[in-house]
């Protein structure tokens, strides 16, 4: 555990303790009350350190724990948590209306563990009637680009990253599942391309969702610029994308910073754009292709269309312009008085 240095009181080195002797007395009757760094202890060593969690989930859980949660709740008694105090805290927070989100919704995990443990009786859960206003709204629009500054971005890029940039405006992937592409994944002959896994963090990492897995259709044009096989060294990976020093595929946030702001600024393209924007750009392209919204839906790998309709529901004014006049049009037609 460390040196009297590190706990110089009883009382520290209990706390200290605590999460591990919850675990080791699991399923045991509790002879004292715990404490929520006692809980958070254990859930880090369970489910964080042991568990099944992409590493995707735990660094950032591990951050919010660290930074936000452990400091004002730890030497708090289980029994103590209430959900107005913990409402308000999360209110007054100086942090985007997602994040704090991010952390209620980790701390209602938190204590539906400790039910699971038996650590506090089976009820509901305080964290479930904490309320918070926008925490599922962007405090800005995603940057959508038209297809002429797409088109000037590529201009700007050159191989390996253009074929990663293209790849992300036609097919909707996510950057980490560019990065996670593999040349045995990719069926020149048929033009499919399988979607199986994502690479982020250095690590090989799970899918989104089970949606996310799917086959895609890969257009010939896209399939021709991904000749970049012919270039691409060869590695034990078999990746598309692997940087030349490491053999692995690239950092995401590397690329974001070096290159792609760097292009995106010598395109003269206005606003600030990151590998999501290409998402959020095949949805509003795919929507002025007049594409059904299931089909939208499969291209776009979602569990739900909600997701497809709301989240990525951006679309050009031009395109908005157009629909509405179609609907004037139609009403004026009936207006007999002109």
């Known amino acids: 555990m460390g040196t009297i240095e590190d706990y110089p009181t009883q009382a520290d080195a209990r706390r200290a303790a605590e999460g591990l002797r919850l675990e080791i007395n699991n399923g045991l009757p509790l002879r004292e009350a715990v404490t929520f760094q006692g809980l958070i202890d254990r859930y880090i060593s369970e489910e964080i350190e042991n568990g099944d969690l992409a590493h995707t989930t735990r660094e950032p859980d591990l951050n919010r724990i660290h930074k936000h949660i452990s400091p004002r709740w730890g030497i708090c008694l289980l029994r103590e948590i209430k959900p107005y105090p913990v409402q308000d805290w999360l209110r007054k927070l100086p942090l985007a209306p997602k994040t704090k989100g991010h952390i209620r919704g980790l701390m ?12 506090i009786p089976l009820e509901r859960n305080p964290m479930g009637l904490v309320e918070l206003k926008g925490v599922s709204k962007r405090l800005k629009p ?13 201009d700007q890029l050159d191989h390996p990253y253009r074929c990663m940039v293209l790849l992300a405006g036609c097919t909707g992937l996510r950057i980490s599942e560019v990065l996670g592409l593999r040349w045995n994944l990719i069926d ?14 250095s690590e090989v990492t799970k899918l989104k969702s089970e949606c996310s897995q799917d086959e895609l259709p890969l257009d010939p044009d896209v399939a021709t610029v991904l000749e970049w096989k012919r270039l691409c060294p060869g590695t034990e990976g078999d990746w598309v994308f692997p940087s030349p020093r490491t053999h692995k595929p690239y950092d995401s946030g590397t690329l974001r910073k070096k290159v792609l702001h760097a292009a995106a600024l010598r395109a003269k393209i206005e606003g600030r754009i990151g590998w999501h924007t290409f998402r ?7 929507d002025e292709t007049g594409a059904p919204l299931g089909v939208q839906q499969k291209l776009m790998r979602h569990a739900n269309i909600s997701t497809t309709m709301n989240v990525y529901g951006g679309a050009f004014m031009a395109a908005k312009r157009k629909a509405n006049t179609s609907v004037v049009r139609r009403v004026l ?3 007999h008085s002109k």
Not at 280 to 286: K, T
């Open 108 to 119: 209602y995990r938190l204590l539906e563990k400790a039910m699971l443990w038996e650590l």
């Open 333 to 335: 037609v009936q207006d």
């Open 280 to 286: 959020h750009c095949y949805r509003a392209w795919l």
């Open 142 to 154: 995603p940057r959508i680009l038209t297809e002429e500054e797409f088109g000037a971005l590529l």
């Open 188 to 201: 020149f002959e048929s033009l499919v391309m399988e979607v199986r896994e994502g690479y982020a963090r």
